[in-house]
Each structure stands twice: as C-alpha cells, then as structure tokens.
C-alpha cells in the first residue's frame, strides 16, 4: 500500500470541459527503496481510496498520483455575456467585426478544510495578423500565462477556505475581417 498521508495534495481543474475538481497528489518517494512500476492500492488519511498505476519510481523521486474526481470540490463556468459589434458607417457594414465574451469561473469548497486549487483556462491567441485578440477586465490575476510553455493556458494558483467561494471573471474580444469565419470561438 501506497500512503498519502503527508503529501502535497491539489485540486486540478478545467471547467472549459469538465465541471469537476480532480485530486491530484504529489508523492516522493522514499529514499532508501525502489518502488517498481503497476497498480497501487492508494488511502488516504487512513481511508481507502482506490487503486491507481505508478511508473518505476527511485530512491527520493517526486511523482504525481491522480486520485480522480472529488465531488465536495464544485467547479462552474458560464458565459455571461456575448456581444457583436457590427458598427454600420452611412449604412454600409464595417469590413471588421468585432465580438466581445464575457465569462466567471467559479470554485466552491465544501470540505471541512483549507484546499488548494489550480484552476486552468485557454484564452484565444491569433495566430493572423488578421485576427486581433483583446483579453480584459480579469478579476484576479492568473499565477502563470501560456503556463509550462503552452500558448494562451493560464493557471490560477489559489487556497480556498471551508465552505467558501472564489469567482473569476474576464472577457475577451476577437476582431477579424467580417467575411472571416474563426473556428473555436463559442
């Protein structure tokens, strides 16, 4: 049995495709034993947890065991507001379109303790000197933009306290010629 008793644990999540938290822990091992690679029996604070597979681990090396989705952890994003911006010039349309989006993040915590949360989201990047993008009015600041080296992926870093709340809001907006189709933009 693997014991996760004292191990850095974090909620993972990305409500742009799941509205779920996933308990990720991150284990080091040992520093006198190999632990070979398969299935685990994993606890936690002395209560079974499930089962999982490791990887060939050495003496004192860290590894993340993912120990799936934790239902007292709620995650929500909505889409708040979607605004196109046709601007008319003597009647005649603009040759730009712009759309304007407007979204809040939310994660609630319903355990009887302090938690930690990386809460992920992809922002829009354009890759055409066409496409202009404009990120905006973001409410608390992300730890890391284009997070570990991929493009428009921030990541909030933050603790959330028992049974309280942390929303974040931004919007966005994409102008582009007006006979531009964009595929991604909801």
């Given at each position: 049995?693997?014991?996760?008793?004292?191990?850095?644990?974090?909620?993972?999540?990305?409500?742009?495709?799941?509205?779920?938290?996933?308990?990720?822990?991150?284990?080091?091992?040992?520093?006198?034993?190999?632990?070979?690679?398969?299935?685990?029996?994993?606890?936690?604070?002395?209560?079974?947890?499930?089962?999982?597979?490791?990887?060939?681990t050495g003496p004192n090396e860290e590894f993340d065991l993912y120990l799936g989705v934790d239902e007292n952890?709620?995650?929500?994003?909505?889409?708040?507001?979607?605004?196109?911006?046709?601007?008319?010039?003597?009647?005649i349309p603009s040759p730009n379109r712009k759309v304007t989006y407007k979204f809040k993040m939310t994660v609630?915590?319903?355990?009887?303790?302090?938690?930690?949360?990386?809460?992920?989201?992809?922002?829009?990047?354009?890759?055409?000197?066409?496409?202009?993008?404009?990120?905006?009015?973001?409410?608390?600041?992300?730890?890391?933009?284009?997070?570990?080296?991929?493009?428009?992926?921030?990541?909030?870093?933050?603790?959330?306290?028992?049974?309280?709340?942390?929303?974040?809001?931004?919007?966005?907006?994409?102008?582009?010629?007006?006979?531009?189709?964009?595929?991604?933009?909801?």
């Amino acid at each position: 049995p693997l014991s996760l008793d004292k191990t850095t644990r974090v909620f993972s999540a990305y409500p742009r495709l799941s509205p779920y938290a996933y308990l990720v822990s991150r284990v080091t091992n040992a520093k006198d034993q190999q632990l070979l690679g398969g299935r685990v029996n994993i606890f936690l604070e002395g209560d079974f947890v499930g089962q999982g597979n490791i990887k060939t681990t050495g003496p004192n090396e860290e590894f993340d065991l993912y120990l799936g989705v934790d239902e007292n952890v709620k995650i929500k994003r909505e889409q708040l507001e979607k605004k196109v911006d046709d601007v008319f010039i003597a009647n005649i349309p603009s040759p730009n379109r712009k759309v304007t989006y407007k979204f809040k993040m939310t994660v609630e915590n319903y355990k009887n303790k302090k938690i930690k949360v990386n809460l992920f989201e992809t922002m829009p990047v354009s890759e055409n000197e066409k496409i202009k993008v404009n990120i905006m009015n973001v409410s608390l600041a992300p730890k890391d933009k284009d997070w570990k080296n991929k493009l428009g992926v921030w990541r909030w870093e933050f603790e959330l306290e028992p049974k309280a709340r942390q929303e974040i809001f931004y919007n966005y907006s994409v102008e582009c010629p007006r006979d531009m189709n964009i595929a991604g933009l909801e």
